[in-house]
């Protein structure tokens, strides 16, 4: 998948189309914003009109008593016609921005919940940081048009014509003027336009630059301090910043240009037009009162195509941001439930579990196999380690288990039944992972462990804290289990983090448990503590245990040897030893080096 910086913009308005399906749902929201919009729009078209009623009608020469009492009607009229403005616009905001964060947050929520459904073959070619541009500043744009663009675009369409056809009724011979300078108006206003709008774009890429900048190196504060980078990253971050200042600088040069034609034309047609109509008043064509309605109504004209052409360039950007999305939403996962899955039974105790001639390579690397002709037959209860040097498979298969990808070739069986016939949450919730690097979310050691069982009770938590270790030192920190651990847990230490993550599989209590090198980055006192978690976490379940470090699995039931993706041995540790194979290499280079 492309990024957003390489992905052409979006050509047409058109590409919001993709947007009716969330809309669809607020059709009673949308047709009462609707409504109050032209409301709105006709109470504004109105204003004139009452306005040649006041200035033909109740200036005309009479006694004093009749002019006041028909001025204070005249009045009263043009106050009603605010007063019903101002409810109708207050009506018509109040839908069109409910309408827009409505749908921002439903578009949100789709993103993110699709998202978190790709298998890891979709983050192999899409960046993070792409899913939170779309997540933030495309659904931002989107918001902007739904919730204001789009509104101000329909009402000032209203307005625009409205004005127009009034003034074809009442003034036709101005109208035709009118149409023919507010062209020469139009037209150097749509080049000013385009021109913001492509700087405005270069200065959205130059602070997300910024922002990309800073987001890199305050992830790596430890190493950036180490090799004392702070002033060298800081100019970095200085010179990004001073790029987009420039850029900025161009845009706003631009927009203060456009602003200042835009003002000094729309002048110069009104001034144009009270002259034209003064001219029409002395010759008796016009009265003093249709000449000011023509002169709003053309102010008003010239007001609607100004905020037209804002609107549009709006539209265009949302249109990009909108085919993004929908870009993103119509990507589909390969590994998927399948429509009918199959139910199968859960053990008493461990899962019984067969890979069966298994071939698979990952979709970036079609020509290199990582697993190849791989069979494993492993019985409930059973502790298997899975051994081998780096890149020979022994994450694949972890990865194969959990169906973040499916084989090519091959299956494989858990509990008498295909995973790739089970239901997909099903077949993970039967699962449990202690990984090298154990993920610990921005919350409290409570809720870490009870992210493996979100229904837990705190009892049942802090028990299986107590049984992976972890209790004793959760309870000394300043809040005990309610501490916060702060981003990723720094501040815990590495044994701390491997307990927590023990604890809450423990707490899953799944009838499969796999542990991906949970002590290859410990010191030797937090490896004993956190092995003996192990250990206890083993206990009446399957185990599959990756290990580069020996000594950790020389208690397992049975030793698989991997290389190059293919089974070359299997058997204890002693019989291994004793064969003088690769685990012997292996071995020997570990204990005797």
Excluded: C
């Amino acid at each position: 998948m492309t990024t957003a910086s390489d992905r052409p913009r979006g050509q047409s308005p058109r590409s919001l189309s993709g947007l009716l399906p969330f809309m669809r749902p607020y059709r009673l929201q949308i047709a009462l914003a609707l409504l109050f919009l032209v409301l709105a729009a006709a109470a504004t078209l109105a204003f004139p009109a009452a306005l040649r009623l006041l200035i033909d009608d109740g200036l005309v020469p009479a006694g004093r008593g009749e002019q006041a009492l028909a001025l204070r009607e005249h009045f009263a009229e043009l106050f009603a016609v605010a007063v019903a403005l101002g409810v109708f616009s207050a009506v018509r905001f109040y839908f069109v921005s409910w309408i827009g964060e409505r749908i921002t947050a439903d578009l949100r929520n789709a993103v993110y919940s699709h998202v978190l459904r790709q298998s890891p073959q979709f983050f192999e070619t899409t960046q993070t940081g792409e899913v939170l541009s779309r997540l933030t500043t495309d659904t931002t744009l989107v918001q902007t048009v739904v919730g204001s663009s789009l509104s101000m675009g329909l009402r000032n369409a209203v307005m625009g014509l409205g004005a127009l056809g009034m003034l074809v009724w009442s003034h036709p011979y101005v109208m035709v003027q009118v149409v023919a300078v507010v062209l020469f108006v139009v037209l150097p206003a749509m080049w000013f336009g385009r021109r913001v709008r492509r700087l405005s774009r270069a200065s959205q890429d130059r602070v997300a630059d910024s922002s990309s900048i800073a987001a890199e190196v305050l992830n790596a504060i430890p190493t950036v301090q180490s090799y004392a980078a702070e002033g060298r990253e800081a100019q970095r971050f200085d010179r990004s910043t001073q790029f987009a200042f420039d850029t900025a600088v161009r845009r706003t040069r631009a927009r203060a240009a456009l602003v200042a034609f835009v003002i000094i034309a729309n002048a110069a047609l009104v001034l144009w037009g009270l002259f034209q109509g003064t001219q029409a008043v002395l010759n008796g064509q016009l009265t003093p009162g249709q000449l000011g309605q023509a002169v709003f109504y053309v102010v008003i004209f010239a007001g609607a195509v100004a905020v037209l052409g804002e609107v549009y360039g709006d539209l265009l950007r949302a249109a990009g941001a909108s085919e993004r999305l929908m870009e993103l939403l119509a990507t589909e996962s390969p590994v998927r439930s399948p429509a009918q899955p199959l139910a199968a039974p859960l053990p008493e105790g461990g899962s019984a579990l067969a890979f069966e001639d298994v071939r698979f390579h990952y979709p970036s690397r079609p020509a290199q196999a990582a697993l190849d002709g791989f069979s494993l037959a492993v019985a409930p209860g059973q502790t298997v380690a899975i051994v081998g040097p780096s890149g020979a498979g022994k994450s694949t298969v972890f990865g194969l288990l959990l169906r973040f990808y499916d084989p090519q070739q091959g299956r494989i069986v858990l509990d008498g039944t295909p995973i790739d016939a089970m239901d997909l949450q099903a077949l993970r919730e039967r699962i449990g992972i202690v990984p090298q690097e154990p993920v610990i979310f921005s919350s409290s050691a409570l809720e870490n462990i009870r992210y493996g069982k979100p229904g837990a009770s705190d009892d049942e938590v802090k028990a299986a804290a107590r049984a992976a270790f972890a209790d004793e030192f959760i309870e000394r920190l300043p809040e005990g289990y309610d501490t916060f651990l702060g981003e990723r847990g720094v501040r815990l230490s590495g044994g701390q983090r491997q307990r927590i993550a023990i604890a809450r599989a423990m707490l899953k209590n799944p009838p499969l448990l796999l542990l991906d090198e949970a002590t290859s980055a410990l010191d030797a006192q937090s490896e004993r503590v956190v092995q003996a978690a192990l250990e206890a976490a083993m206990r009446d379940r399957t185990t599959l245990v990756i290990a580069h470090r020996l000594a950790t699995v020389q208690r397992a039931d049975r030793i698989v040897v991997l290389d190059h993706g293919r089974l070359v041995e299997q058997g204890t540790h002693a019989e291994l030893v004793a064969r003088g194979g690769v685990y012997a290499g292996l071995a020997a280079l570990q204990f005797n080096g």
